[in-house]
C-alpha cells in the first residue's frame, strides 16, 4: 500500500532572529533578502515544487509580515497594473485561500514544542518540516531538498530526513546521524545524536533542515521533558520513533547555506547571484574588483 501523500509542511518562524540584530528588530530574519527574495520564500518554493498544499507557519510576536508576504497586496498591484508593470514576479508570493495557516508558538521553548504548536492542523497525516534558515539549493536542472525526500518517501514511506556529509572536525555543530544499510542517496537510521563530541560522533551525516515525520511524533513531543539547552528538542522525539517506524536519511544532492549566521548568509547571496543570468556576469565582475 502507497504510504499517505504529504500535503502539509510545517515552517516553524517564531525565532527571534538576534544574530541580524538591528536589521530583525522590525523585519522578521525570514523576511530578509537573499538577492530578491525573502528567505521564507525560497523554503515555499521548495515544498510547492515537491507537490505540498498547505503551508503552517509557526510564528511568534511580531512575525505577521511572514504571513502577509504571502496576502494579496491590493494596492500594489493596482498601482502597478496602472503603470503598465508586470505582475508575474508577485505570481509566488499569492497563496489560494486556506493553503496558509498561521500559530502562534507563544513560549519560546524549542523546536520541538513549535512543531508540536502545529499539531492540530497537521491532524493525522504525515507531514513536512522547513527550518528555513537553511537554504537548500538544487543543482542546476536538478529537483529541490524536498522533493528529492517526497521521492523517496513515495518507495520506502516512514520518517525520513534530509542530511549532508560535513568534513569530521565540523560534525560538533549539529545533529548526526548513526548510519546503517545505504542504498544511493537513501541510508538507513539506527540513531540520532545532537552535537556530540568529535570522538564520539557516529558519522559525518548531518541533519540539514528538511524532514518529512509521521503523526505520531506530536504525541511523543506532548510528553518529552526538556533536553539539550533546556529546551523541547526535535531531535529527541524523532530519536525515540526510531526502530518502532521505518526512519531513513536522503543526501541531498544540492548545495545548502547556512542562512542563520551572517557569514553564511552573505555566501548564500552572492552564490545565488552569480548563478544568475540576469545579473551574474556583473557580479562576478563585482567580486572580482573588489578580490583584486
Known amino acids: 500500500m502507497s504510504p499517505k501523500p504529504i500535503r502539509k509542511a510545517v515552517f516553524p518562524v517564531a525565532g527571534l532572529g538576534t544574530r541580524f540584530l538591528p536589521a530583525t528588530k522590525v523585519v522578521p530574519k525570514e ?22 498544499e498547505q503551508m503552517i507557519f509557526v510564528t511568534g510576536r511580531g512575525k505577521t509580515g511572514i504571513v502577509e508576504h504571502f496576502d494579496i497586496a491590493f494596492e500594489l498591484e493596482k498601482t502597478m497594473t496602472e503603470r503598465g508593470k508586470d505582475l508575474s514576479v508577485l505570481e509566488p508570493t499569492r497563496a489560494t485561500p486556506g493553503d496558509v495557516i498561521a500559530v502562534r508558538q ?6 520541538g514544542h513549535a512543531i508540536w504548536c502545529a499539531r492540530a492542523i497537521v491532524g493525522d ?3 513536512a518540516i522547513f527550518l528555513p534558515d537553511e537554504l537548500m539549493v538544487a543543482r542546476e536542472g536538478g529537483t529541490g531538498c524536498m522533493k528529492q525526500m517526497v521521492e523517496a518517501y513515495n518507495e520506502v514511506g516512514g520518517n525520513l530526513i534530509s542530511v549532508l556529509e560535513v568534513p569530521m572536525e565540523q560534525v560538533s555543530s549539529y545533529g548526526v546521524i548513526d548510519p546503517g544499510a545505504a542504498d544511493g542517496a537513501l541510508t538507513e537510521v539506527r540513531g540520532l545524536v545532537e552535537k556530540p563530541p568529535l570522538a564520539e560522533a557516529p558519522s559525518n551525516k548531518i541533519v540539514s533542515g528538511r524532514y518529512i515525520l509521521q503523526p505520531e511524533v506530536m504525541r511523543v513531543l506532548e510528553h518529552q521533558g526538556k533536553g539539550a539547552g533546556g529546551e523541547i528538542q526535535l531531535t529527541d522525539a524523532m530519536a525515540k520513533m526510531i526502530g518502532q517506524q521505518p526512519f ?11 542562512c542563520g ?7 548564500a547571496t552572492l552564490a545565488i547571484a552569480l548563478a544568475r543570468p540576469d ?14
Do not use: C, N
Open 261 to 267: 549566521s551572517k557569514v553564511g548568509f552573505v555566501e
Open 248 to 258: 531513513h536519511a536522503v543526501t541531498f544532492d544540492g548545495a545548502r547555506y547556512d
Open 106 to 111: 507563544q513560549v519560546p521553548l524549542g523546536l
Open 31 to 52: 523576511l530578509l533578502p537573499v538577492v530578491d527574495r525573502p528567505l521564507i520564500q525560497y523554503a515555499v518554493d521548495e515544498a510547492r515544487e515537491a507537490g505540498i
Open 125 to 127: 497525516e504525515p507531514f
Open 279 to 292: 545579473m551574474g556576469a556583473e557580479v562576478r565582475a563585482i567580486a572580482e574588483k573588489l578580490l583584486g
